[in-house]
């Protein structure tokens, strides 16, 4: 009896354990229709709200798929873009990813809502002439395939792990619906040229920058005999750099809305605020670092807070500029619907930016995890110091560039930097550390670990640079074409 109890007992166990693994199994598999089905409905709630302020008439339904559109845009823009702010704090563990999230969330709806565009050009920043598409019904058609376009292409460009950058998916698509539209003619070919150029220009700006605030570190802190005397030293020089930037920063992109201030002016108020945060820091850092062993995991907790709110800075420039890229087209077509064909300029509504702010914050939430996965950890390892070189060259690239007027993309600044910490690692170690990482002799698997960039992130998201705009333009006017025979 006791035999064919035990028996029966495991038989029970066994089948408990098979349903069990099933269960997991199911949850496994069923998380990512979780984030879809909740998209799905962000982009019904959106269509719903837009119907109920615009109405159900013809052109009504018009204005309520560009906002679905715009809605998918949104959270593409909140799964591949902001990733690139906060993944450095992340792979840091500065930040947890779900604090990371929270936060950039938080930032970039504020962000959007605060300081976001007032007005933005309908044919996105001059990419095409809006007279050669003066026609209503092709304007319409145009935006809404330019926008469509753009976001099915961040869409791709997520699923297979590659941080593009949405303001080329943008203008790729405007520039192909543009010349499905009116032919080649219409293209503002300056500024297209303008815009590959800064394919080259903001990477390495941003590479460079990263590199030197790392060397830096390096030389006047890291290999220092006495690290925390040099750390009390220069990081509130560091800090009050980081200070400065981010108030010129965004002085000049991110309270536009509010408030209009020149390029001199806005360096000169990051000057002040950078020289009075400095004297301010010298205390606080020197009290932070009393007690502190003399090496190198002393040094990054005091990194960490700086580290944190430059995250935070970027996200909320990035909510202001960048939501454009999802709503910038929705307000053009409610424009040509209310009032009647393209403009050089219109007013985004508020029902509208309310759109971009929140979808980009759901699509972080999202689907953000694995981009902030990869730009954190997986092209190279980031500790508090490397991420906040990479953050703080991303503040000064944009102002360096709107100095000189170059269009740059927040995206490639950021995974520039990223890849510049990664390779002046690898240079430092062998030329001035006299490392030998380039011998035959070791088995390969210290050889590959010896390179601190991993190779095939970069060829994969160098090459996910390059057809972008191409792939944007081509998909736009496929589009374009397939709305017009629709429609005819």
């Known amino acids: ?58 052109l009504g339904l018009i204005v309520v798929a560009a906002a679905i559109i715009g809605a998918y845009m949104a959270l593409n823009i909140g799964a591949n873009d902001v990733a690139n702010n906060m993944g450095p704090a992340v792979g840091a563990r500065a930040l947890t990813i779900g604090t990371a999230l929270i936060v950039a969330a938080i930032c970039e709806t504020a962000g959007a809502l605060i300081a976001g565009g007032d007005v933005v050009g309908t044919v996105s920043r001059g990419i095409i002439s809006p007279e050669a598409v003066a026609e209503t019904q092709t304007f319409i058609w145009a935006m809404m395939a330019a926008l469509l376009a753009g976001a099915l292409w961040v869409n791709l460009a997520t699923w297979v792990g590659a941080p593009v950058s949405t303001t080329h998916s943008i203008v790729g698509g405007v520039m192909g619906a543009g010349i499905a539209a009116a032919g080649l003619s219409a293209v503002n070919w300056e500024m297209m040229g303008r815009i590959a150029a800064s394919w080259v220009i903001s990477p390495l700006l941003g590479g460079l920058f990263a590199a030197a605030f790392l060397g830096i570190i390096k030389s006047r802190i890291i290999y220092r005999p006495n690290m925390i005397d040099a750390a009390r030293f220069w990081v509130p020089i560091l800090i009050g750099i980081m200070g400065g930037c981010f108030t010129t920063y965004l002085a000049l992109k991110g309270f536009s809305k509010i408030y209009k201030i020149s390029f001199e002016n806005a360096l000169l108020l990051g000057l002040a605020v950078g020289i009075v945060l400095t004297i301010a820091m010298r ?40 939501v454009a890229n999802a709503i910038g087209p929705v307000a053009a077509i409610v424009h040509a619907v209310q009032d009647g064909g393209a403009s050089d300029s219109v007013a985004i509504p508020l029902w509208v930016m309310l759109i971009g702010a929140v979808g980009l914050s759901v699509g972080l939430l999202l689907f953000g995890p694995k981009l902030m996965n990869i730009v954190g950890s997986e092209i190279t390892r980031l500790n508090a110091m490397r991420a906040y070189c990479v953050a703080l060259a991303a503040a000064i690239t944009v102002i360096f560039a709107s100095g000189l007027g170059l269009p740059v993309s927040s995206t490639h600044i950021a995974i520039g930097a990223v890849f510049g910490v990664g390779f002046f690692r690898e240079w430092y170690h062998e030329r ?42 081509l998909l736009s006017a496929l589009l374009f074409y397939g709305m017009r025979l629709i429609t005819l």
């Open 283 to 322: 205390p606080v850092i020197r009290y932070q670092s009393k007690g502190m062993e003399n090496r190198k995991k002393s040094l990054k907790v005091l990194f960490n807070i700086p580290l944190i709110f430059s995250a935070a800075l970027l996200s909320f420039a990035h909510g202001a500029n960048d």
């Open 1 to 58: 009896m006791a035999e064919q109890f035990e028996k029966s007992w495991k038989t029970l166990n066994k089948d408990l354990g098979k349903i069990s693994a099933m269960e997991q199994a199911m949850a496994y598999t069923s998380r990512p229709l979780v984030a879809s089905g909740v998209a799905l409905a962000f982009m019904a709630l959106t269509g719903i709200i837009a119907a109920a302020l615009i109405g159900f008439d013809p």
């Open 432 to 473: 001035i550390l006299k490392e030998n990482r380039l011998d035959t002799t070791s088995p390969p698997e210290v050889r590959t670990r010896r390179k601190v960039v991993r190779r095939g992130h970069f060829v994969t998201i160098l090459a996910a640079w390059v057809v972008t705009v191409p792939a944007a333009a």
